[in-house]
Nanobody, 117 residues
Framework: QVQLVESGGGLVQPGGSLRLSCTASGITFSFYTMNWYRQAPGKQRDLVAQIISDSSTNYADSVKGRFTISRDNAKNTVYLQMSSLKPEDTAVYYC???????????WGQGTQVTVSS
């Protein structure tokens, strides 16, 4: 059974930092592209950051220079370090594991990030 468990969300003031974690089980983690998405109320779910199995990364323009995605294949864990947070970063953040060649995609349950003073 595949599980993706996110943690690290919470309430933070504008300008603050948070680190999200997502630990996977039931998959060969190193084979998967790991993604962080977010969804604000009333909006679609958007890709925030992506790290491919070779550790190359991609970011949404809105978070470039502020967010950093990384992975630890030994721990089956992907991280999202978020800095200089803005109120518009408020959303539920979802971890996704994707292996498109095999048409496989798995989701975590989401973790709430609220940026507010």
């Amino acid at each position: 059974q595949v599980q993706l468990v996110e943690s690290g969300g919470g309430l933070v003031q504008p300008g603050g930092s948070l680190r999200l974690s997502c630990t996977a089980s039931g998959i060969t983690f190193s084979f998967y592209t790991m993604n962080w998405y977010r969804q604000a109320p009333g909006k679609q779910r958007d890709l925030v950051a992506q790290i491919i199995s070779d550790s190359s990364t991609n970011y949404a323009d809105s978070v470039k220079g502020r967010f950093t995605i990384s992975r630890d294949n030994a721990k089956n864990t992907v991280y999202l370090q978020m800095s200089s947070l803005k109120p518009e970063d408020t959303a539920v953040y979802y971890c996704n594991a994707a292996r498109l060649s095999a048409r496989l995609s798995y989701w975590g349950q989401g973790t709430q990030v609220t940026v507010s003073s």
